[in-house]
C-alpha cells in the first residue's frame, strides 16, 4: 500500500531536549516536504527536499533541521525545541512532476 | 510575498445546499491551483487539481473548482453538500512550478447540519 508513515504520532515533551520526527514514504518519490498546521494559519511549509541530499527552507524553517540521506526518508530535526513548536506535523512526497502531495497522518507535538 | 486567501473562515450548510468556497492568491505568473479536504482526524486527501487546459476542473465526490486567471481565483464548489462533507478545506498554489514549494491558505471548516 503506497502511505507515508509518520512516527511517533503523539509526543509530549520539554523545553531544549532535542526530538526527531520520522517520515517515510514507499512510492519512490523524489520530493518530500514537512509542514506545520496550526489553528487560523493552514498549513505552513518548514522545508522541503527535490532529492536526495537536496533540501531548501519553506517558510517557517527557524529551530528546524532536516536531512535527507535517503530517498524514502526524510526526518524532521528540532535541536532545542521550544513552546512556540507545539503544533501538529505533517510530512508529504509526490513526483516533482506530479505535484498532488500524499499526506502522513500527522504528529501532534506538544512542548512544555 | 505570494499568498492564498480564503475568505470564509467556517461556513454552515444544511445538507443540499450548495457550496461555494472562495481561494485567491497572490501571483502572477504560472501557477498549480489544489484544493485538499481534511477530514477530522485524518490527513490530507486531494480533491482536485488544475495544472492547465480547461479551467473547469472536476474533482473527487462531485467537487468541481473554476481557475479564473484574470481574477487570481480557484473557488471551489460542489451543488449538493452532504453530511460527510463536514471538513476542513485547503486551497494550495504553486507559484514556482517544479519546485516543490507549496503555499495553503488558512483553510475553510465546513459544517453540514443534516
Known amino acids: 500500500e503506497a502511505q507515508v508513515t509518520q512516527n511517533p504520532r503523539y509526543l509530549i515533551t520539554v523545553t531544549g531536549k532535542k526530538l526527531t520526527v520520522t517520515c517515510s514514504q514507499n512510492?519512490?518519490?523524489?520530493?518530500m516536504s514537512w509542514y506545520r498546521q496550526d489553528p487560523g494559519l493552514g498549513l505552513r511549509q518548514i522545508y522541503y527536499s527535490m532529492n536526495v541530499e537536496v533540501t531548501d527552507k519553506g517558510d517557517v524553517p527557524e529551530g528546524y533541521k532536516v536531512s535527507r540521506k535517503e530517498k524514502r526518508n526524510f526526518p524532521l530535526i528540532l535541536e532545542s525545541p521550544s513552546p512556540n513548536q507545539t503544533s501538529l506535523y505533517f510530512c508529504a512526497s509526490s513526483f516533482i512532476r506530479d505535484q498532488p502531495q500524499h499526506f502522513g497522518d500527522g504528529t501532534r507535538l506538544s512542548i512544555l | 510575498a505570494q499568498s492564498v486567501s480564503q475568505h470564509n473562515h467556517h461556513v454552515i450548510l444544511s445538507e443540499a445546499a450548495s457550496l461555494e468556497l472562495g481561494c485567491n492568491y497572490s501571483y502572477g505568473g504560472t501557477v498549480n491551483l489544489f484544493w485538499y479536504v481534511q477530514y477530522p482526524g485524518q490527513h490530507l486527501q486531494l480533491l482536485l487539481k488544475?495544472?492547465?487546459?480547461?479551467?473547469l476542473v472536476k474533482g473527487i465526490k462531485g467537487f468541481e473548482a473554476e481557475f479564473i486567471k484574470s481574477k487570481f481565483s480557484f473557488n471551489l464548489r460542489k451543488p449538493s453538500v452532504q453530511w460527510s462533507d463536514t471538513a476542513e478545506y485547503f486551497c494550495?498554489?504553486?507559484?514556482?512550478?517544479?519546485?516543490?514549494?507549496?503555499?495553503f491558505g488558512q483553510g475553510t471548516t465546513l459544517q453540514v447540519k443534516p
Open positions: 494550495a498554489v504553486n507559484a514556482q512550478v517544479n519546485t516543490g514549494k507549496l503555499i
Open positions: 488544475y495544472f492547465s487546459g480547461d479551467p
Open positions: 512510492m519512490n518519490h523524489e520530493y
